[in-house]
């Protein structure tokens, strides 16, 4: 009498199918880096292989085998996913503007929003990014401004004349060439109240308070920041930064 035996066959799975879409494939490699093991069908032995060889190069003595034509390797097919090129150089800076004074017809934020929205950043004092000073009113009492343009040679774009912005702006293109005049030297002491307030306003949200309220009481740290800018040295005494 014939019998029959069912004997249990054990399969191993490949790691990286489970992983991926819980099917099973039957696995043919093991993968070992240091204590751990993956084991993989053939086709992600080869996929894995390459990544490796891609990343630490071949080990030595090994035969080399190309990536075959067509099939990009696993390194580079995930940078062109990316949108990453091996030849990137690096980024190239933003063009800066300095705005010196009030711009005619506009408020302090909207006019820096639309030389913002032409691609340039906007900085309070110059660097190696920076392409233009736009002077506007009372731009010729910033005189740490000036003084950064010039000593750069930083073309000037005088916008106090009305409309000379504006139409700067709806061509697309802020282009320097006007003159750059000297600093203005503010005789204080002859100003009245509000005028010296409208002065220290300008002032101030050109040098760290842009928001300060354009009516009111202007406050008592921004009037003494004003005073220490534009206090003038003691002739053969050294003076406190």
Same mark, same amino acid.
């Given at each position: 009498?014939?019998?029959?035996?069912?004997?249990?066959?054990?399969?191993?799975?490949?790691?990286?199918?489970?992983?991926?879409?819980?099917?099973?494939?039957?696995?043919?490699?093991?993968?070992?880096?240091?204590?751990?093991?993956?084991?993989?069908?053939?086709?992600?032995?080869?996929?894995?292989?390459?990544?490796?060889?891609?990343?630490?190069?071949?080990?030595?003595?090994?035969?080399?085998?190309?990536?075959?034509?067509?099939?990009?390797?696993?390194?580079?097919?995930?940078?062109?996913?990316?949108? *990453?090129?091996?030849?990137?150089?690096?980024?190239?800076?933003?063009?800066?503007?300095?705005?010196?004074?009030?711009?005619?017809?506009?408020?302090?934020?909207?006019?820096?929003?639309?030389?913002?929205n032409l691609?340039?950043?906007?900085?309070?004092?110059?660097?190696?990014?920076?392409?233009?000073?736009?002077?506007?009113?009372?731009?010729?009492?910033?005189?740490?401004?000036?003084?950064?343009?010039?000593?750069?040679?930083?073309?000037?774009?005088?916008?106090?004349?009305?409309?000379?912005?504006?139409?700067?702006?709806?061509?697309?293109? %802020?282009?320097?060439?006007?003159?750059?005049?000297?600093?203005?030297? *503010?005789?204080?002491?002859?100003?009245?109240?509000?005028?010296?307030?409208? *002065?220290?306003?300008?002032w101030a949200?050109?040098?760290?308070?842009?928001? %300060?309220?354009?009516?009111?009481? *202007?406050?008592?740290?921004?009037?003494?920041?004003?005073?220490?800018?534009?206090?003038e040295p003691?002739?053969?005494?050294?003076?406190?930064?």
């Open positions: 009498m014939r019998k029959t035996v069912l004997v249990s066959v054990l399969k191993t799975l490949c790691d990286a199918h489970l992983a991926k879409d819980g099917s099973e494939q039957e696995a043919t490699d093991t993968l070992t880096l240091g204590a751990r093991e993956w084991d993989l069908c053939g086709s992600h032995a080869e996929t894995f292989g390459l990544y490796l060889v891609d990343a630490l190069g071949a080990p030595e003595g090994a035969p080399a085998e190309p990536v075959p034509v067509g099939e990009p390797s696993p390194v580079a097919a995930e940078r062109e996913a990316e949108g *990453v090129s091996e030849d990137a150089s690096e980024p190239v800076p933003v063009r800066s503007v300095m705005v010196a004074g009030e711009v005619p017809g506009y408020d302090w934020e909207s006019a820096r929003e639309a030389v913002r691609g340039y950043e906007v900085v309070g004092r110059a660097d190696d990014s920076t392409v233009l000073l736009i002077l506007g009113e009372g731009g010729d009492r910033n005189g740490s401004k000036l003084r950064d343009a010039s000593e750069r040679g930083i073309p000037c774009m005088d916008v106090r004349a009305p409309g000379r912005f504006k139409g700067a702006v709806c061509a697309g293109e %802020l282009v320097g060439g006007d003159p750059l005049p000297e600093p203005a030297k *503010v005789d204080r002491s002859e100003m009245s109240t509000r005028e010296r307030n409208r *002065v220290i306003r300008v949200r050109q040098n760290g308070w842009p928001n %300060l309220p354009v009516q009111g009481r *202007v406050p008592m740290n921004v009037r003494h920041a004003f005073e220490l800018a534009h206090r003691v002739q053969g005494k050294a003076v406190a930064a």
